[in-house]
Nanobody, 123 residues
């Protein structure tokens, strides 16, 4: 079992930066793929970025490429999403997700989820 708690969301003006963190509990955190997803009002949940257990592979949605960076610290059981050059269209609830076997972009296959943290970007 893995429990996930996100933090770091908030309000920022366009062009600004935010750093989201996800704290995980569970002894096997280091073996899980960790992902970030987001959901804007009236829209489906969409993939943002993911990182495999060894941090040797990261995956980013096209919307995040060049602006967002995912990283993890297995010793601290945390995964971080550094978001730069934020745009109003990045406004959403951001969710941390984990799975021991799946390392893709489909939210349906992630078994563990945090409660989400709101990110609001004003123009």
């Amino acid at each position: 079992q893995v429990q996930l708690v996100e933090s770091g969301g908030g309000w920022v003006q366009a062009g600004g930066s935010l750093r989201l963190s996800c704290a995980a509990s569970g002894r096997t955190f280091s073996s899980y793929t960790m992902g970030w997803f987001r959901q804007a009002p009236g829209k489906e949940r969409e993939f943002v970025a993911a990182i495999r257990w060894s941090a040797s592979n990261t995956y980013d949605a096209d919307s995040a490429k060049g602006r967002f960076t995912i990283s993890r610290d297995n010793a601290k059981n945390t995964v971080t999403l550094q978001m730069n050059s934020l745009r109003p269209e990045d406004t959403a609830v951001y969710y941390c997700a984990a799975d021991p076997y799946y390392s893709g972009t489909d939210s349906r296959y992630y078994d563990y989820w945090g409660q989400g943290t709101q990110v609001t970007v004003s123009s």
